[in-house]
Nanobody, 120 residues
């Protein structure tokens, strides 16, 4: 089995910064992509940023220039650096790690989410 745990959420004022972490552990043969999603109350879950195994990154237009996704393959950990936060960034942030286990099948494993609240 694989476990994914997010951390780093909290309450911050507009214009501030937070760094989210996503740690995967367990039966990890190979880590493929890592993605960050967010879901605000009453809204659909949206993809915020992704990083592939070769380091290619993609961002939602709403966060380009403010958020940076990265990964540490040695630690099976991903990060989301969030700068210049806005109240509209308030949401629960989820990490999804595509992990290939020892049986050589890849699945998306999700964390439990971490709350980010940006006050105006």
């Amino acid at each position: 089995q694989v476990q994914v745990v997010e951390s780093g959420g909290g309450l911050v004022q507009a214009g501030g910064s937070l760094r989210l972490s996503c740690a995967a552990s367990g039966d990890i043969y190979r880590m493929h992509s890592m993605k960050w999603y967010r879901q605000a109350p009453g809204k659909q879950r949206e993809l915020v940023a992704s990083v592939s195994s070769d380091g290619t990154t993609n961002y939602a237009d709403s966060v380009k220039g403010r958020f940076t996704i990265s990964r540490d393959n040695a630690k099976n950990t991903g990060y989301l650096q969030m700068n210049m936060l806005k109240p509209e960034d308030t949401a629960t942030y989820y990490c999804a790690a595509r992990v290939e286990t020892s049986v050589l099948v890849a699945y998306d494993y999700w964390g439990q989410g971490t709350q980010v609240t940006v006050s105006s």
